[in-house]
Protein backbone atom coordinates (compact mmCIF):
# COMPACT_ATOMS: atom_id res chain seq x y z
CA UNK A 1 0.00 0.00 0.00
CA UNK A 2 1.12 3.55 -0.62
CA UNK A 3 1.14 6.26 1.85
CA UNK A 4 1.68 10.38 1.52
CA UNK A 5 2.43 11.80 4.94
CA UNK A 6 2.40 15.50 5.32
CA UNK A 7 3.13 16.80 8.87
CA UNK A 8 3.21 19.82 9.17
CA UNK A 9 -0.98 21.24 8.66
CA UNK A 10 -0.16 25.03 8.54
CA UNK A 11 3.04 26.95 7.70
CA UNK A 12 3.92 30.49 7.61
CA UNK A 13 6.43 32.44 5.67
CA UNK A 14 6.99 36.25 4.96
CA UNK A 15 6.17 37.27 1.52
CA UNK A 16 10.09 37.52 -0.99
CA UNK A 17 11.49 34.37 1.59
CA UNK A 18 11.75 30.98 0.99
CA UNK A 19 9.94 27.96 2.26
CA UNK A 20 9.87 24.17 2.33
CA UNK A 21 7.09 22.31 2.56
CA UNK A 22 7.45 19.20 3.79
CA UNK A 23 6.22 15.17 1.85
CA UNK A 24 7.44 11.50 2.75
CA UNK A 25 6.15 8.84 1.06
CA UNK A 26 5.96 4.74 1.62
CA UNK A 27 5.93 2.54 -1.21
CA UNK A 28 7.17 -0.83 -1.87
CA UNK A 29 6.91 -0.11 -6.05
CA UNK A 30 10.01 0.75 -7.45
CA UNK A 31 8.62 2.85 -10.30
CA UNK A 32 7.09 5.70 -8.88
CA UNK A 33 5.80 9.60 -9.71
CA UNK A 34 5.87 12.41 -7.26
CA UNK A 35 3.50 15.02 -8.06
CA UNK A 36 2.66 18.52 -6.21
CA UNK A 37 -0.42 20.46 -6.34
CA UNK A 38 -1.75 23.71 -5.54
CA UNK A 39 -5.41 24.11 -4.27
CA UNK A 40 -6.19 28.24 -3.18
CA UNK A 41 -9.53 28.88 -2.45
CA UNK A 42 -11.06 28.86 -5.54
CA UNK A 43 -10.85 25.11 -5.15
CA UNK A 44 -9.11 24.36 -8.14
CA UNK A 45 -6.09 21.99 -8.45
CA UNK A 46 -3.30 23.37 -9.74
CA UNK A 47 -0.46 20.35 -10.52
CA UNK A 48 2.75 22.04 -10.03
CA UNK A 49 5.60 20.29 -10.15
CA UNK A 50 6.44 16.46 -10.99
CA UNK A 51 9.54 13.70 -9.82
CA UNK A 52 9.71 9.99 -11.33
CA UNK A 53 11.55 7.42 -8.90
CA UNK A 54 14.05 7.08 -11.54
CA UNK A 55 14.93 10.80 -12.32
CA UNK A 56 18.33 11.46 -11.33
CA UNK A 57 17.86 14.99 -10.64
CA UNK A 58 15.71 17.20 -8.56
CA UNK A 59 12.78 18.88 -10.89
CA UNK A 60 12.57 22.26 -10.72
CA UNK A 61 9.57 24.63 -12.57
CA UNK A 62 10.21 28.41 -12.10
CA UNK A 63 9.98 29.54 -8.88
CA UNK A 64 8.90 25.43 -7.49
CA UNK A 65 12.16 23.02 -6.79
CA UNK A 66 11.40 19.42 -5.99
CA UNK A 67 13.84 18.10 -3.21
CA UNK A 68 14.07 14.69 -4.20
CA UNK A 69 16.00 11.63 -1.28
CA UNK A 70 14.88 8.71 -2.75
CA UNK A 71 16.83 6.90 0.54
CA UNK A 72 15.05 8.88 2.85
CA UNK A 73 11.52 8.95 0.87
CA UNK A 74 11.04 12.40 1.09
CA UNK A 75 9.81 14.71 -1.14
CA UNK A 76 9.89 18.28 -0.08
CA UNK A 77 8.77 21.10 -2.21
CA UNK A 78 10.53 24.32 -2.18
CA UNK A 79 9.10 28.19 -3.09
CA UNK A 80 11.52 30.95 -3.50
CA UNK A 81 10.71 34.17 -3.31
CA UNK A 82 7.39 33.82 -2.12
CA UNK A 83 4.65 35.37 -3.12
CA UNK A 84 1.16 36.43 -1.31
CA UNK A 85 -0.44 34.38 -4.78
CA UNK A 86 1.03 31.47 -2.93
CA UNK A 87 -1.20 31.52 -0.28
CA UNK A 88 -2.98 27.79 -0.48
CA UNK A 89 -3.31 24.59 0.67
CA UNK A 90 -0.77 22.34 -1.44
CA UNK A 91 -0.78 18.68 -1.86
CA UNK A 92 1.94 16.19 -2.03
CA UNK A 93 0.84 12.91 -3.90
CA UNK A 94 2.11 9.73 -5.46
CA UNK A 95 0.90 7.77 -8.25
CA UNK A 96 2.56 4.72 -10.63
CA UNK A 97 2.82 4.39 -14.74
CA UNK A 98 0.52 1.79 -15.12
CA UNK A 99 -1.53 -1.39 -15.59
CA UNK A 100 -4.47 -1.39 -13.37
CA UNK A 101 -3.34 0.92 -10.67
CA UNK A 102 -3.09 3.88 -13.67
CA UNK A 103 -4.18 7.14 -12.67
CA UNK A 104 -4.47 5.94 -8.96
CA UNK A 105 -3.17 9.12 -7.17
CA UNK A 106 -2.25 8.89 -3.24
CA UNK A 107 -2.58 12.37 -1.62
CA UNK A 108 -1.49 13.67 1.82
CA UNK A 109 -3.76 15.52 3.99
CA UNK A 110 -1.95 19.08 2.77
CA UNK A 111 -0.34 22.12 4.00
CA UNK A 112 -2.00 25.55 3.88
CA UNK A 113 0.73 28.04 3.21
CA UNK A 114 0.22 31.24 4.32
CA UNK A 115 2.34 34.18 3.29
CA UNK A 116 2.79 37.49 5.33
CA UNK A 117 3.04 40.58 3.22
CA UNK B 1 -3.50 24.81 -23.50
CA UNK B 2 -4.07 22.58 -20.35
CA UNK B 3 -7.78 23.33 -19.40
CA UNK B 4 -10.08 21.37 -18.20
CA UNK B 5 -13.56 22.87 -18.04
CA UNK B 6 -16.62 21.68 -15.45
CA UNK B 7 -20.28 23.05 -15.73
CA UNK B 8 -21.90 23.97 -13.68
CA UNK B 9 -19.95 25.96 -10.89
CA UNK B 10 -22.57 25.46 -8.17
CA UNK B 11 -25.66 23.20 -8.21
CA UNK B 12 -27.76 22.77 -5.66
CA UNK B 13 -30.28 19.98 -5.41
CA UNK B 14 -33.44 18.38 -3.26
CA UNK B 15 -32.76 14.48 -2.42
CA UNK B 16 -34.95 13.00 -5.11
CA UNK B 17 -33.42 15.53 -8.41
CA UNK B 18 -31.19 13.89 -11.32
CA UNK B 19 -28.97 16.11 -12.75
CA UNK B 20 -26.13 15.84 -14.26
CA UNK B 21 -22.10 17.25 -13.62
CA UNK B 22 -20.34 18.03 -16.98
CA UNK B 23 -16.80 17.73 -17.91
CA UNK B 24 -14.38 18.58 -20.71
CA UNK B 25 -10.77 18.69 -22.09
CA UNK B 26 -8.92 19.40 -25.63
CA UNK B 27 -5.59 18.17 -24.57
CA UNK B 28 -5.82 15.09 -26.74
CA UNK B 29 -5.39 13.09 -23.07
CA UNK B 30 -7.18 9.81 -22.61
CA UNK B 31 -7.56 9.00 -18.95
CA UNK B 32 -10.27 11.57 -16.88
CA UNK B 33 -11.27 11.56 -13.89
CA UNK B 34 -13.77 12.31 -11.23
CA UNK B 35 -13.09 12.81 -7.72
CA UNK B 36 -14.43 14.20 -4.85
CA UNK B 37 -13.13 16.98 -2.02
CA UNK B 38 -15.05 17.67 1.06
CA UNK B 39 -13.80 20.95 2.80
CA UNK B 40 -9.76 21.10 4.13
CA UNK B 41 -9.66 17.52 2.91
CA UNK B 42 -8.00 15.63 0.01
CA UNK B 43 -9.31 15.04 -3.23
CA UNK B 44 -10.93 11.29 -3.12
CA UNK B 45 -11.02 9.18 -6.14
CA UNK B 46 -14.26 7.81 -7.40
CA UNK B 47 -13.55 7.54 -11.20
CA UNK B 48 -11.09 6.73 -13.58
CA UNK B 49 -12.09 5.82 -17.23
CA UNK B 50 -8.83 5.23 -19.57
CA UNK B 51 -9.19 4.96 -23.64
CA UNK B 52 -13.23 5.49 -22.79
CA UNK B 53 -13.35 2.87 -20.66
CA UNK B 54 -14.47 2.71 -16.85
CA UNK B 55 -10.86 0.94 -15.23
CA UNK B 56 -11.59 2.27 -11.56
CA UNK B 57 -14.52 2.75 -9.68
CA UNK B 58 -13.33 3.45 -6.25
CA UNK B 59 -16.79 1.51 -4.77
CA UNK B 60 -18.94 4.46 -5.32
CA UNK B 61 -22.55 4.63 -4.65
CA UNK B 62 -24.71 3.77 -7.58
CA UNK B 63 -26.32 6.85 -7.36
CA UNK B 64 -23.08 8.05 -9.19
CA UNK B 65 -23.24 6.97 -12.42
CA UNK B 66 -20.58 8.38 -14.42
CA UNK B 67 -20.30 8.25 -18.38
CA UNK B 68 -17.57 8.96 -20.77
CA UNK B 69 -19.29 9.38 -24.26
CA UNK B 70 -16.33 10.46 -25.79
CA UNK B 71 -12.25 11.04 -25.48
CA UNK B 72 -13.05 14.63 -24.53
CA UNK B 73 -15.84 14.30 -22.50
CA UNK B 74 -16.73 12.67 -18.95
CA UNK B 75 -20.79 13.26 -17.05
CA UNK B 76 -21.59 12.30 -13.32
CA UNK B 77 -25.09 11.74 -13.74
CA UNK B 78 -26.56 11.92 -10.37
CA UNK B 79 -29.77 10.59 -8.83
CA UNK B 80 -31.22 10.16 -5.29
CA UNK B 81 -28.01 12.06 -3.45
CA UNK B 82 -27.52 12.49 -0.05
CA UNK B 83 -27.03 15.61 2.60
CA UNK B 84 -23.68 14.17 3.02
CA UNK B 85 -22.99 14.07 -0.85
CA UNK B 86 -22.69 17.54 -0.56
CA UNK B 87 -19.29 18.32 -1.63
CA UNK B 88 -16.49 20.14 -4.13
CA UNK B 89 -16.60 17.50 -7.19
CA UNK B 90 -13.28 17.62 -9.30
CA UNK B 91 -12.71 16.18 -12.91
CA UNK B 92 -8.93 15.48 -13.83
CA UNK B 93 -7.44 14.15 -17.34
CA UNK B 94 -3.94 13.34 -18.00
CA UNK B 95 -2.33 11.73 -20.95
CA UNK B 96 -2.88 8.33 -20.51
CA UNK B 97 -0.64 5.22 -20.48
CA UNK B 98 1.50 5.73 -22.81
CA UNK B 99 2.25 9.12 -21.99
CA UNK B 100 2.62 10.79 -18.56
CA UNK B 101 0.12 10.76 -15.78
CA UNK B 102 0.63 13.82 -14.06
CA UNK B 103 -3.23 14.92 -14.06
CA UNK B 104 -5.14 18.43 -15.12
CA UNK B 105 -7.86 19.30 -13.01
CA UNK B 106 -10.66 21.90 -13.46
CA UNK B 107 -12.26 24.30 -11.24
CA UNK B 108 -14.89 21.67 -9.47
CA UNK B 109 -18.62 22.31 -9.16
CA UNK B 110 -19.75 22.78 -5.87
CA UNK B 111 -22.54 20.81 -5.10
CA UNK B 112 -25.28 21.35 -2.29
CA UNK B 113 -27.93 18.42 -1.53
CA UNK B 114 -30.35 19.55 0.26
Known amino acids: AQKITQTQPGMFVQEKEAVTLDCTYD???????LFWYKQPSSGEMIFLIY??????QNATEGRYSLNFQKARKSANLVISASQLGDSAMYFCAMGNAGGTSYGKLTFGQGTILTVHP | DTEVTQTPKHLVMGMTNKKSLKCEQHMGHRAMYWYKQKAKKPPELMFV???????INESVPSRFSPECPNSSLLNLHLHALQPEDSALYLCASSPGTSGGWEQYFGPGTRLTVT
Open chain 2, 49 to 55: YSYEKLS
Open chain 1, 27 to 33: TSDPSYG
Open chain 1, 51 to 56: QGSYDQ
